[in-house]
């Protein structure tokens, strides 16, 4: 059986989703998890529910702050003293840095943005989106151990662990090297709410919403449902939101339960930044934007309009 480690990452006082799809999927596996710093009791009891068997805090000096020269030593040296044969992360802002690093330090290979995959004993067999989306490659890994895999947010599910049982949860000493770079301050956006790539349920808007002042009607609908707000390259360039709110081949590509795109015409280029959604809802005034042919569920009509409508429905819904 195949020595496994998933790499995970705060967020407050828990874990990020990604990390509980991951260990969901590797039930029947030993599967020990590691973050740099201090991983509060919430978040073990969340590890130990998906099933994760050993939870290591990573500390060191110069770690405070994420640097990929000093997280890569740490994480190195960590993998290298547990003769790990395989580490997971998510694909996420810090997981899509850190692990091909990683990986080049082992000289080892790498499946990169996997949206599915299986683990028989000691072999893995995922499958990841190429060309934006429009197919998928299965992919086995080769060589040296230890491989090294990057599984997309919203990508498994949360499948709960059978055999899951208490965790146990220890502190390791990790030197973070010679560090060229350092991070000075990172500095948090306003909002508290999960990143575009990590969000279950995403509601963007395009040019059609005219005017930057015109998205609190989306905030109003995301506040309800518990949404991130994003928005269409054509909104972006003319102003309305920022590039960090941008969903696309030019911007993030995400992969939420349920996508509702507001006056969105479904360029290709967006496509192919949420086409694996598993839910897509279009609200546009043309029922010949191609959008439609992409859509689960389809309304023609001006968003403003449908948009109040529907945070209304979702007030009486939920009780709110």
Known sequence: ?????????????????????????????????????TIPSE???????????????????????YSP???????????SAGAYDYVFAGATSVGKDLLPRVATMFD???????????????????????????????????????????????????NANPTAAAASAKEDAVDAGAIRAMIKDIVKGASEKLDLTEANIIISGGRAMKDSANFKILDEMAEVIGATVGASRAAVDSGFAPHAMQVGQTGKTVAPSLYIACGISGAIQHLAGMRTSKVIVAINTDPDAPIFTKADYGIVGDLFTIVPIMTQEFKALLGK
């Open 43 to 65: 978040a073990i009891a969340d590890l130990a529910k998906f099933g994760a068997a050993n939870v290591h805090s990573l500390k060191g000096a110069n770690l405070e702050k």
């Open 1 to 37: 059986m195949a020595k496994i480690l998933v790499f995970t990452e705060l967020h407050g006082s828990h874990v990020k989703g990604v990390t509980l799809e991951i260990l969901g999927k590797l039930a029947g596996h030993t599967v020990d998890v590691a973050a740099i710093g």
């Open 108 to 158: 080892a290979g790498m499946a990169s943005e996997v949206t599915n995959f299986i683990m028989e004993g000691d072999k893995f067999a995922g499958t990841r989106p190429l060309f934006a989306g429009k197919c998928f490659a299965k992919v086995e890994l080769t060589g040296p151990k230890p491989h090294f895999v990057t599984v997309r947010p919203n990508a498994l599910g949360m």
């Open 69 to 79: 020269e000093g997280y890569a030593n740490a994480l190195k040296g960590f993998i």
